[in-house]
Nanobody
Framework: QVQLVESGGGSVQAGGSLRLSCAASGGTFNRYAMGWFRRAPGKEREFVAAISRSGGNTDYADSVKGRFTMSRDNAKNTVSLEMDSLTPEDTAVYYC??????????WGQGTQVIVSS
């Protein structure tokens, strides 16, 4: 059973950058496809980005495409989300998630990102 711990959240001004990290433990990391999701205040959780088991394929929500980059290091059991050109609309709690099948069934506790205008 994999455990996920996010880090790297914080406060930044619009136009700035942040890098989120997610450390995995307790499982065979390269068995899991990984994703980032976020929940903004008053909104439902939404998909942000995903990466395949090998790291060779990525997918992004339209709202972050071209600004966010997801990567993984299977040797270090980590995934990262580089977020550039941040806007106040990116303010949310960001969650790391893992799946072996169709559904993401392992989740971290989340890390807060606040973008001020």
């Amino acid at each position: 059973q994999v455990q996920l711990v996010e880090s790297g959240g914080g406060s930044v001004q619009a136009g700035g950058s942040l890098r989120l990290s997610c450390a995995a433990s307790g499982g065979t990391f390269n068995r899991y496809a990984m994703g980032w999701f976020r929940r903004a205040p008053g909104k439902e959780r939404e998909f942000v980005a995903a990466i395949s088991r090998s790291g060779g394929n990525t997918d992004y929500a339209d709202s972050v495409k071209g600004r966010f980059t997801m990567s993984r290091d299977n040797a270090k059991n980590t995934v990262s989300l580089e977020m550039d050109s941040l806007t106040p609309e990116d303010t949310a709690v960001y969650y790391c998630a893992a799946r072996t099948n169709v559904v993401y069934d392992h989740w971290g506790q989340g890390t807060q990102v606040i973008v001020s205008s």
